[in-house]
């Protein structure tokens, strides 16, 4: 074991996401070292969306499904969360990673450490690693454009496809807030050399 989790819900947070920081605390909530955790492997077993399963029992509208309404329902239900989780039969597992320079993200799937805000997740198939790409779409929950140049360095079981794309908001509570709540609709343009 690298750790224990105080949240069973942060434990799935991970696991969806791949990598994050792990804060350890003492015993007055005082952070006393961080420790990056990186993707290693996986049990085999298909991701299956919590999101979905709650849509699927008739607990969220697929218009509400977002992480901080997945974080609602478990509060309003605790009986059920252990159900919810053991629907998504998948099981990540994680190595430790040196954090010699906190202001660095993740090392994504392309070797390089991502961006907040410039690194995207794509399927290496249709936008191949290190491609610059050109978003156009929205803020979440909000009307704001987010039009920018990013790069595709990363990927994610979940993203299949040439026109979808996991934007890193990077790490903190604040980044948690903003990608729990991305899923708009989006122009993407893959950006080549001509010949």
């Given at each position: 074991?690298?750790?224990w989790?105080?949240?069973?819900?942060d434990?799935?947070?991970?696991?969806?996401?791949?990598?994050?920081?792990l804060?350890?605390?003492?015993e007055?909530?005082?952070?006393?070292?961080?420790?990056?955790?990186?993707?290693?492997?996986?049990?085999?077993?298909?991701?299956?969306?919590?999101?979905?399963?709650?849509?699927?029992?008739?607990?969220?509208?697929a218009?509400?499904?977002?992480?901080?309404?997945?974080?609602?329902?478990?509060?309003?239900?605790?009986?059920?969360?252990?159900?919810?989780l053991?629907?998504?039969?998948?099981?990540?597992?994680?190595?430790?990673e040196?954090?010699?320079?906190p202001?660095?993200?993740?090392?994504?799937?392309?070797?390089?450490?991502?961006?907040?805000?410039?690194?995207?997740?794509?399927?290496?198939?249709?936008v191949?690693?290190?491609?610059?790409?050109?978003?156009?779409?929205?803020?979440?929950?909000?009307?704001?454009?987010?039009?920018?140049?990013v790069?595709a360095?990363?990927?994610g079981?979940?993203?299949?496809?040439?026109?979808?794309a996991?934007?890193?908001?990077?790490?903190?509570?604040?980044?948690?807030?903003?990608?729990g709540?991305?899923?708009?609709p989006?122009?993407?343009?893959?950006l080549w050399?001509?010949?």
């Amino acid at each position: 074991e690298i750790a224990w989790l105080h949240d069973r819900l942060d434990a799935l947070l991970l696991q969806v996401q791949g990598s994050g920081r792990l804060a350890f605390v003492d015993e007055h909530g005082r952070t006393q070292s961080l420790v990056r955790v990186a993707y290693a492997a996986h049990n085999d077993q298909p991701y299956r969306s919590v999101g979905r399963w709650l849509i699927e029992q008739g607990e969220l509208r697929a218009s509400d499904a977002s992480w901080p309404a997945i974080r609602a329902w478990a509060r309003q239900h605790p009986q059920r969360v252990d159900e919810m989780l053991h629907s998504n039969p998948r099981v990540v597992f994680f190595r430790e990673e040196p954090l010699p320079d906190p202001s660095l993200g993740p090392k994504g799937a392309q070797g390089v450490a991502l961006s907040p805000g410039r690194s995207i997740a794509v399927d290496p198939e249709s936008v191949p690693y290190g491609t610059p790409v050109w978003l156009d779409t929205t803020e979440p929950l909000a009307t704001r454009p987010l039009r920018r140049l990013v790069v595709a360095q990363d990927t994610g079981s979940a993203i299949v496809g040439a026109v979808r794309a996991d934007y890193f908001c990077g790490w903190g509570d604040d980044a948690e807030a903003a990608a729990g709540r991305m899923k708009q609709p989006l122009r993407m343009w893959a950006l080549w050399p001509s010949s």
